[in-house]
């Protein structure tokens, strides 16, 4: 069973631009996560998507949004971006039946602002 | 407000000698705690889960946590620590539906 797949696995960009990230995940979940990694902030909750709909929504600018598709793969944009905005981004997958489930995540995109 | 807090930033261990990261949480109803590990360039890999019933769990590769509501801790521990250990550790808190609020995770270091 294929795991999660992240892609691409690194991105640079420039200030000012705009990026796309992608997630695929497990055959068969219908919920993904996202998730900024930094070392200053640690790992922080962006968004989670379930059949489509985004069910949960972090403390994060509307420069950040994301959508899922009917296949649950899901895509992460972020626009105008900032340096601080330099970060592992990992995205999760589950069945989303349950909150005490396991997440499965992906190896991340590691973004750099320049 | 719903935090969790782990005081170590960094611990080093010899090999072979015994383990215990600390986690600290805040949340208002039952928690559901996980531990998760981040090798260096990698995902994050589920250890173990607390969300009901004995309060000592197992998980994967040796390694158990104890849930005290009383302390509102959930800290983790393994009896013989193995150089491929070494790695950051993460606790979490659930809250919301594939929603985890982590800590700022712990990292260890493994000694000969």
């Known amino acids: 069973k294929a795991g999660v797949t992240q892609t691409p696995r690194y991105l640079i960009k420039t200030r000012g631009q705009q990026v796309t990230l992608s997630c695929s995940p497990i055959?068969?979940?219908?919920?993904v996560s996202w998730y900024q990694q930094t070392p200053g902030q640690g790992l922080q909750f962006l968004f989670e998507?379930?059949?489509?709909?985004?069910?949960n929504k972090g403390n994060f600018p509307g420069r950040f949004s994301g959508r899922q598709f009917s296949n649950s793969r899901s895509e992460m944009n972020v626009s105008t971006l900032e340096l601080g905005d330099s970060a592992l981004y990992l995205c999760?997958?589950?069945?989303?039946?349950?909150?005490?489930?396991?997440?499965?995540f992906g190896s991340g995109t590691q973004l750099s602002v320049l | 407000a719903q935090s969790v807090t782990q005081p170590d930033i960094h611990i080093t261990v010899s090999e072979g000698a015994s383990l215990e990261l600390r986690c600290n949480y805040s949340y208002g109803a039952t928690p559901y705690l996980f531990w998760y590990v981040q090798s260096p360039g990698q995902g994050l890999q589920l250890l173990l889960k607390y969300f009901s019933g004995d309060t000592l769990v197992q998980g994967i590769k040796g390694f158990e946590a104890e849930f005290k509501r009383s302390q509102s801790s959930f800290n983790l521990r393994k009896p013989s620590v193995h150089w491929s250990d070494a790695a950051e550790y993460f606790c979490a808190v659930a809250t919301g539906y594939s929603t985890l609020t982590f800590g700022k995770g712990t990292m260890l270091l493994v000694s000969p």
């Open positions: 998507y379930f059949s489509e709909t985004q069910r």
């Open positions: 055959s068969g979940h219908r919920s």
């Open positions: 999760a997958s589950s069945t989303g039946a349950q909150r005490n489930e396991k997440l499965f």
